[in-house]
Each structure stands twice: as C-alpha cells, then as structure tokens.
C-alpha cells in the first residue's frame, strides 16, 4: 500500500521560507515522479512542482518557479520542496502526489495523472 506523508506546513510572514516534506512508502522514489499540489477553497487543485528521480527531471509551475526548489532524497524514500520568498497568495492546503514513470513537460501538471496522494498540509502566509 502506497503512503504519502507531508509535513513542513505552518505560518510564516511574506518573504519567509517553508521546507515541506512528502515521506513516501511502499513505493520507491527512484520510480515514481512526486508531485507538489495545493489548493484553497472553492478553486481547483493546482500543480506547484514535480520531481522525477528517474530522468533527472524537475518541473515548476510559473507562479513559483526562481522561488520554490524541489528535491529528493532517495536513501529516505523523501521528496522536498523548499519554498523561499513566500506570498500571501501561496497561501493553500499542500498535497503531494506520486505518479509511476516519467510525466513530461506537457502532463506533469495534470492531477488525474497521479493515483495517490497524501492528506496534505497547512501553509498560511501572512502578509
């Protein structure tokens, strides 16, 4: 059985930093792409970022991308997203996501396209 775990969330003030942490199990990292999702109420669930171990790929939606750093550490089986210079508007419920093989710069984005995910965790960004 696939677990995600997230951890890391909390309230931070605007140009703060946040690291969160995606623990997976029952999957290995090296195999699987780990998606970064959040969302607010009453929006739709938005791709932040993606790691992908077994092609050397990282992905970043706009909104974040020169603020927001992803990265693995397949000895713990965890994918982290450092999130730096952060904005009232990052403010969201953040999922990770696990998805096997390799997406591509045209459907890393997609949520379908993963088939768990976590329980999410809180980050509140006060202006």
């Known amino acids: 059985e696939v677990q995600l775990v997230e951890s890391g969330g909390g309230l931070v003030q605007a140009g703060g930093s946040l690291r969160l942490s995606c623990a997976a199990s029952?999957?290995?990292?090296?195999?699987?792409?780990i998606g970064w999702f959040r969302q607010v109420p009453g929006k739709e669930r938005e791709a932040v970022s993606c790691?992908?171990?077994?092609?050397?790929?990282?992905y970043y939606s706009a909104s974040v991308k020169g603020r927001f750093t992803i990265s693995g550490d397949i000895a713990k089986n965890t994918v982290y997203l450092q999130m730096d210079s952060l904005k009232p508007e990052d403010t969201a419920v953040y999922y990770c996501?696990?998805?096997?093989?390799?997406?591509?710069?045209?459907?890393?984005?997609?949520?379908?396209?993963?088939?768990?995910w976590g329980q999410g965790t809180q980050v509140t960004v006060s202006s």
């Open positions: 996501a696990s998805q096997y093989g390799r997406p591509s710069l045209a459907n890393w984005h997609i949520p379908w396209r993963y088939d768990d």
């Open positions: 029952g999957l290995t990292v090296e195999d699987y792409a």
């Open positions: 790691f992908s171990d077994s092609d050397d790929m990282v």
